[in-house]
Nanobody, 126 residues
Framework: VQLQAYGGGLVQAGGSLRLSCAAS????????MGWFRQARGKEREFVVA?????????????NDANSVKDRFTISRDNAKNTVYLQMNRLKPEDTAVYYC???????????????WGQGTLVTVSS
C-alpha cells in the first residue's frame, strides 16, 4: 500500500492550497481517508476524514484541528484513487506537515488508521 501526498508549499496568510493524496495497493473506494497534521514541536492532530460514500467528519475537540470546518474541505475521487484537501483562508497556525492516511471506516484517532503517507509541508507566512 502506498499513499502519496503532495501539493504543499509556501503560501501567504489568506491564501489557498489544495493537497492531494494518491493511493495504490488497496481497494480505495472501500476505505475511509483522513488528513492529519503535525506542527513543529506539537503532537499530530486530526484534521478531517471522509468515508467511502462521501460522509465527512472534522476535528472539533481540544486536541483536534480547531476552526478548520469552515475553511477546509475534504473530497475524494474514487475513480482516481485520490483524496483532496482544499484549504482556504489559510492562517500561520495552519503551518504543519500534512499527512493522509487510510482506514476501514470513519475515524478521528490516528491509531485507527492502518496506512500513512509520507506527509507534505504546508507553510503559511504572515
Amino acid at each position: 500500500v502506498q499513499l502519496q501526498a503532495y501539493g504543499g508549499g509556501l503560501v501567504q496568510a489568506g491564501g489557498s492550497l489544495r493537497l492531494s493524496c494518491a493511493a495504490s495497493g488497496l481497494p480505495f473506494s472501500s476505505y475511509g481517508m483522513g488528513w492529519f497534521r503535525q506542527a513543529r514541536g506539537k503532537e499530530r492532530e486530526f484534521v478531517v476524514a471522509i468515508n467511502w460514500s462521501g460522509d465527512s467528519v472534522y476535528g472539533d475537540s481540544e486536541n483536534d484541528a480547531n476552526s478548520v470546518k469552515d475553511r477546509f474541505t475534504i473530497s475524494r475521487d474514487n475513480a482516481k484513487n485520490t483524496v483532496y484537501l482544499q484549504m482556504n483562508r489559510l492562517k500561520p497556525e495552519d503551518t504543519a506537515v500534512y499527512y493522509c492516511a487510510a482506514t476501514r471506516s470513519l475515524y478521528t484517532r490516528s491509531r485507527d488508521y492502518a496506512f500513512w503517507g509520507q506527509g507534505t509541508l504546508v507553510t503559511v507566512s504572515s
